[in-house]
């Protein structure tokens, strides 16, 4: 278990202040090395011991395999959206703190009230479906706030992108959240959500530090006010990118079931 604690963190970590020390950091590289080495001892590990903490057979799920890659990929949009809009409310549009705040209400509540209802929207369709149409409305959320300008109102552009947000993000999560967990055995069922949980942890840094980078590439060094807007809206755009990444393909045929019935 230390081998993948302290091996995730190291990985977490290398994502996470990557952009800010640089990809390239002696430093920075060592903490990845190491941390991929103590991952792939825990594999190891876990392979030749009579009772492993994470059975590998836990693998063999596609539905688990594929929920883990979506949920990277939502996680790594959904942190990204929420740094760069934060960074728009307050650099472009010139909110206050307060005022930032009081605009992700509308995220925070109906990512609630979305879930309350997807619940009951789940148990007559297929998780499938609701995953391609969260991701649209993720997708659509990226390219509507890539349209934002610096005297933009709140009710044109960022109200409806952060509701088409939450309604994708809350869809994904659902969905995701179910799948994973479908294929598993009683016994195996905490082992499965715990490594879907850290799949969650490692999609957050990704998407943050593939914005930052693409946004830095397209603003100059030293920028204000709606001279920041070309970066921003380059790394709205890559958000769209990820939702497009991370719907599911043809391929994940398991994953059509309705909500099972002991989950509803």
Request: proline share 3%; glycine share 8%; net charge negative.
């Amino acid at each position: 278990m230390a081998c993948f604690t302290l091996g995730i963190v190291g990985v977490i970590y290398y994502l996470s202040e990557g952009p800010a020390v640089g990809w390239s950091a002696a430093a920075l590289l060592a903490i990845l090395v190491v941390g991929v080495v103590l991952l792939t001892s825990f594999v190891v590990i876990e392979h030749k011991i009579a009772y492993p903490i994470m059975p590998l057979h836990i693998w063999h799920s596609r539905r688990l395999i594929a929920s883990c890659v979506t949920t990277i990929c939502m996680m790594a949009g959904l942190n990204a959206h929420l740094f760069f809009s934060s960074l728009t409310f307050q650099n472009v549009l010139m909110y206050s703190p307060l005022k930032t705040s009081f605009a992700y209400i509308t995220h925070g509540v109906g990512s609630i009230l979305a879930v309350v209802v997807l619940g009951f929207v789940m148990k007559a369709v297929r998780t499938k479906v609701v995953l391609v149409v969260g991701w649209v409305f993720f997708l659509g959320s990226g390219m509507v706030w890539a349209q934002i300008q610096a005297d933009s109102s709140h009710w044109s552009i960022s109200f409806p992108a952060l509701i088409l947000n939450f309604v994708g993000m809350a869809s994904i999560w659902l969905c995701c959240q179910l799948n994973s967990v479908a294929d598993a055995a009683d016994e195996d069922q905490g082992v499965v959500g715990a490594v879907y949980n850290v799949c969650m942890q490692i999609g957050a840094p990704i998407g943050i530090a593939i914005t930052n980078i693409i946004a830095n590439s397209r603003n100059p060094e030293i920028a204000v006010e709606a001279e920041l807007l070309s970066g921003y809206r380059a790394a709205f755009y890559a958000i769209a990118v990820m939702a497009g990444v991370g719907m599911p393909d043809e391929a994940d045929k398991e994953s059509e079931g309705k909500i099972p019935e002991t989950l509803a």
